[in-house]
């Protein structure tokens, strides 16, 4: 039993870790709570809804969207996978 217990608090941790590490990349560009125009040209995410910003990223993951700062942004998200983008999505709309 301690083992299950265990296994879940490591794998628990480790998806806090993740998904902490997701926003943490977007932090320079965006602020701490995505507050900033990113290197002043964006607009502002802090509070996009959940739908706005999964478009957005998937837009900019496939080319689809984006400004000025496509080419920074398409590089950004071509990590991310789709539970990523949902993930950082739900962070970014609690803004």
Not at 3 to 31: D, E, P, Q, R, W
Not at 49 to 78: C, F, H, I, N, R
Request: glycine share 12%; net charge positive.
């Amino acid at each position: 039993m301690k083992k299950i217990i265990l296994g879940t608090l490591i794998v628990s941790a480790s998806m806090l870790t993740l998904n902490a590490a997701n926003y943490a990349s977007c932090v320079g560009c965006h602020g701490a709570n995505g507050e900033k125009k990113a290197l002043g040209k964006s607009a502002v995410i802090k509070g996009w809804s959940v739908e706005k910003t999964v478009a957005a990223l998937k837009g900019y993951k496939d080319g689809s969207y984006g400004g000025p700062m496509k080419g920074v942004m398409k590089g950004q998200v071509a990590r991310l996978s789709d539970a990523d983008i949902q993930d950082l999505a739900e962070q970014i709309s609690k803004f």
